[in-house]
């Protein structure tokens, strides 16, 4: 066998994912605690140790790559001119390059934001604001305000192109790195967040695996290539998109719910379906990631049940309300517990689903009727996922799951939410290995080999067909 060894260096466990290159299978897995802040290397060893008895103790590896979310992941803090305009655009960059982001701000920064920001100790700020050749005001405001506050991260610039220079200039004084990169929004209602995203990667290889302490694996690793969030991002577009010789899967989505986030990825246009439908807004990026914070399985489980409606969660979970509260007051005590009877996974599996439902409504875009001189006209805000195709769940619940394609199936278009553009119908499969940032690694190096790999470890996926539950 020719071998490739994909790395993720998480925040609580280092996970190896060796691949056979060629059948593009994965042959053997292992972990190990992370260990960020001592030394990287020893969750690292002891996973390489775990991998030994599953290749008959051959570790000679072409590639070795990894992708690292350690120590909470990158840190950023997104600034923009309007929000639903640059601010938005550059919220979309930073979430689309891996980013964990803290806070969005718009408009020009007080004493109160910048104290803000200075407590979330960010690891880069991506600052835009106006359209090439217009509103330069805000941008060289904000400029001076992180020049004078203090920090030292890296600054991506990513605003108007002419005060650009002007903005590096005054940032160049005190910040470690300052790196110029094109407008988010160039022309209004234009979106031009690939830049952006190519510059956070490279700040990420450049500085924050330093920082992150992981640069201190480099002997076992080729290259530390990206944030683990872009990883996965990544995977999902080679998928979905294909390669110059392979197809791919066509327009799909991917739901990952953790303890602390659930994460959604879509790779599709998501342009208006019917003609009927005007478009309003800022356009939305082929390949788009949204990270719910308050939907947490663990960490937020309360937050759930809230939005979903007690009686509503209840109901779905088969619990009366006593029996519902006790488990949340269990979770709010431990957030690393594990459901070990048939009502505790009711109750696991309720919330994995209203999750599902809520995050992907919040990542979908709706309709909306506004009134014309000529009568009611359709209006789409966001994007339209009615055509995705397929549905890949990830994340602990999903894979310990007996019924991960019940979770899943709220990710469908339902009467609970009639005018969210989600799924109308879709397949649903399960990334059992956790492979997706293995693909994305992998694509970078060797592109048809990745995507079969990906095609392989979905192989045992199920049609599902039809309206997703209340």
Same mark, same amino acid.
């Given at each position: 066998?020719?071998?490739? %060894? ?10 190896? *994912? ?9 042959? /053997?897995?292992a972990?190990?605690p ?12 002891? &996973?390489?140790?775990? $991998? ?5 103790k ?5 590639? @070795? ?25 550059? *919220?979309?960059? &930073? $979430?689309? +390059?891996?980013a964990?982001v ?12 910048? &104290? ?5 100790e960010?690891?880069?700020v ?20 992180? /020049? ?9 610039? +990513? ?5 650009a ?19 988010? =929004? ?39 290539? =990206? ?10 577009? $080679?998928l979905?998109?294909g ?24 790779i ?28 947490g399985m ?15 969660? +209840? ?12 488990? %949340?007051? *269990? ?11 048939? @009502? ?6 309720? %919330? ?28 789409? @805000? ?29 990710? !469908? ?7 969210? !553009? ?32 990906? %095609? ?15």
């Amino acid at each position: 066998m020719t071998l490739a %060894l994909l790395i993720d260096f998480g925040s609580t466990y280092t996970k190896l *994912r060796a691949v056979d290159l060629q059948a593009a299978k994965i042959v /053997a897995s292992a972990q190990g605690p992370s260990m960020v802040k001592t030394d990287i290397n020893i969750g690292l060893d002891a &996973a390489l140790e775990a $991998l030994k008895p599953q290749l008959g103790k051959r570790l000679n590896f072409k590639y @070795r790559l990894a992708s690292s979310s350690a120590a909470g992941g990158l840190r950023m803090i997104t600034l923009g001119l309007v929000p639903d305009l640059t601010a938005k655009a550059a *919220r979309q960059a &930073a $979430l689309g +390059a891996g980013a964990k982001v803290s806070a969005t701000y718009s408009f020009e920064l007080t004493l109160a934001d910048l &104290a803000e920001i200075i407590a979330s100790e960010p690891d880069i700020v991506l600052l835009s604001g106006g359209t090439d050749g217009g509103n330069r005001k805000v941008i060289v405001h904000n400029a001076q305000m992180i /020049a004078n506050s203090g920090l030292t991260c890296p600054v991506v610039i +990513a605003g108007n192109r002419s005060a650009a220079d002007e903005v590096a200039a005054i940032l160049s004084a005190t910040q470690t790195r300052v790196i110029v990169s094109e407008n988010v =929004m160039p022309r209004h209602l234009e979106l031009n967040i690939e830049p952006a995203r190519e510059a956070i990667r490279q700040v990420f290889i450049d500085h924050i695996i330093h920082a992150k302490g992981i640069d201190q694996a480099q002997a076992s690793v080729d290259a530390v290539l =990206m944030p683990t969030p872009a990883a996965v991002l990544q995977g999902a577009q $080679l998928l979905a998109d294909g390669t110059r010789d392979l197809t791919g899967l066509g327009p799909l989505l991917v739901v990952d719910i953790g303890g602390a986030t659930t994460d959604v990825h879509s790779i599709c246009d998501g342009l208006p379906g019917d003609s009927g439908v005007i478009y309003h807004g800022l356009a939305e990026p082929h390949a788009k990631r949204t990270v719910e914070g308050d939907l947490g399985m663990r960490h937020t489980a309360r937050n759930i049940v809230h939005e979903t409606g007690l009686q509503v969660f +209840a109901d779905d979970a088969g619990l009366d309300p006593l029996e519902l509260e006790t488990m %949340l007051a *269990r979770t709010d005590g431990d957030v690393e517990w594990l459901p070990d009877n048939d @009502r505790e996974r009711k109750f696991d599996r309720a %919330l994995a689903r209203a999750a599902t439902r809520l995050a992907v409504t919040r990542h979908a875009g709706h309709h909306e009727t506004v009134y014309s001189a000529h009568g009611p006209v359709t209006l789409q @805000r966001g994007k339209d996922l009615n055509e995705v195709e397929t549905i890949i769940g990830t994340g602990g619940v999903l894979v310990h799951s007996q019924d991960a394609h019940a979770i899943l199936s709220t990710a !469908l278009a339902g009467p609970d939410a009639p005018l969210a !553009l989600r799924p109308k119908s879709a397949k649903m499969v399960v990334d059992k290995d956790y492979a997706l940032y293995a693909c994305g690694l992998l694509s970078s190096v060797a592109p048809d080999i990745a995507l079969r790999l990906g %095609l392989n470890m979905l192989h045992k996926e199920e049609a599902c067909h039809g309206v997703g539950s209340a």
